[in-house]
């Protein structure tokens, strides 16, 4: 029992290690490529670690946000800021001017981080010594939540507007990404043999895990999140290898796919409203099916909106250039 | 059994850190993707060890996820980061 108590401890402290030194890596590396390529091992050892700290929801989104999606999406960026970055090597006029604005820019975050600092410290002091959290509360009243996952129980239902939230910070994303814009059109050859049959592989397998991603939620680690990061990676791959999406599909159809999980949860909450009389109140009689419904419609827009991301402008626009 | 368990996982997780120090040193984009690429399959070891240990199924979820993501990160390094360096 020594030895299993021995080898716990010296796994947890080389993950430990590991971890922060993948860190420090993809915070101070002059190469960018390398900080991208630490950042994703660094997205696998946290997932790890999740799972050590007996948190497999976290490490479940984590594995699919952190490691995958994250990782395509800093690819993706990183080839489109290849030629800007050459271009910008040999344009930079006025160094000086531009180095004493770089200075300034430099000093507000770090105020900004520093504020945020001392008042998570704060925060972290005035805790009780021996908090009992919220569990007790969650686990009594789980039968009226419709579902039997505690995670999912305070995710969809006791505290749904996080998760509203939530998938409109994504929407917000992509806004900002398809107002800035990019007129780098992706120069795509054309998928080779391996690739095809990759996806032709590869993507039904993702949709299949997606919707048990979605469909376990309800009792055991998962949930529209997690089922969504799976289902935008499918589409990430799809985009990958050449897949375009139908003219007729790309205008309103996709605005509507987009938008759906927060229409959905939004039309859902004043229903509720009128029913029960409070914001996002679920009946207990029918919260199971109501879960069902905004976290199918959720992955849906989740999914969609990851992999519209990765493809970082509208495709109407695309078709102009 | 146990741990056997832990023993094979902390020798996976050495495995890890031979990897991070071709992070460290490159020399070549793709070297480093490969690096991660490692990360990803010997994650998926460790995943699946560490369940054994716990007798803890949902891990085998996690471990699922990993090895259908790590794909993505390697076909979106070939597709597009890789040529526009070349």
Redesign the interface.
């Known amino acids: 029992m020594e030895a299993l108590a021995l080898l716990q401890d010296v796994f947890d402290i080389l993950l430990g290690f590991g971890l922060l030194w993948l860190a420090w890596l993809a915070l101070f590396s002059l190469d960018l490529f390398r900080s991208i390529v630490s950042f994703i091992s660094f997205g696998l050892l946290m997932a790890i670690i999740w799972v050590r700290l007996d948190a497999p929801d976290v490490a479940l989104a984590e594995a699919a946000i952190g490691a995958g999606l994250t990782g395509a999406l800093f690819l993706a960026a990183f080839a489109k800021l290849q030629p800007a970055s050459v271009n910008g090597k040999g344009s930079s006029i006025n160094p000086q001017k531009q180095s004493s604005r770089k200075q300034l820019l430099r000093w507000l975050p770090a105020l900004i981080m520093l504020w945020i600092a001392s008042g998570l410290t704060i925060a972290i002091l005035a805790l009780p010594p021996h908090a009992t959290g919220l569990t007790s509360e969650v686990t009594s009243n789980l039968t009226a939540s419709g579902v039997s996952n505690p995670v999912t129980a305070v995710l969809l239902n006791f505290r749904g507007y996080d998760t509203l939230l939530e998938i409109v910070v994504l929407l917000l994303a992509l806004l900002a990404v398809w107002s800035i814009g990019s007129s780098v059109p992706s120069i795509e050859s054309e998928p080779g043999p391996v690739l095809d049959t990759l996806s032709r592989l590869l993507v039904p397998i993702l949709i299949m895990v997606s919707a048990y991603l979605l469909w376990v939620g309800a009792h055991a680690p998962g949930g529209a999140f997690q089922a969504g990061a799976v289902l935008g990676a499918a589409g990430v791959l799809l985009v990958l290898s050449g897949w375009k999406l139908y003219p007729g599909l790309e205008g309103f159809p996709l605005r509507l796919v987009l938008t759906a999980g927060s229409i959905t949860f939004v039309v859902i909450a004043i229903l509720t409203m009128l029913v029960s009389g409070t914001f996002m109140q679920f009946p207990p009689a029918q919260a199971s099916i109501l879960i069902l419904i905004l976290e199918m419609v959720a992955t849906l827009s989740i999914g969609v909106t990851l992999a519209a991301l990765f493809i970082g402008s509208p495709p109407t626009d695309i078709k102009k250039l | 059994m146990?741990?056997l368990y832990?023993?094979l996982?902390?020798f996976l997780?050495?495995n890890?850190?031979a990897?991070?120090w071709r992070?460290?040193k490159?020399p070549t984009?793709a070297d480093?993707?490969l690096?991660?690429q490692l990360?990803?399959t010997t994650?998926v070891g460790?995943?699946l060890l560490?369940a054994q240990a716990s007798a803890?199924t949902?891990?085998h979820?996690?471990a699922?996820?990993?090895s259908?993501?790590?794909?993505?990160?390697s076909?979106?390094?070939?597709?597009?980061?890789w040529?526009?360096?070349e």
């Open positions: 146990q741990t832990f023993a996982a902390l997780l050495l890890l850190f990897g991070m992070i460290l490159g984009a480093r993707m690096a991660a990360f990803g994650s460790v995943l560490l803890n949902v891990l979820d996690v699922l996820v990993f259908l993501l790590a794909a993505l990160t076909v979106a390094f070939v597709r597009r980061a040529l526009s360096k």
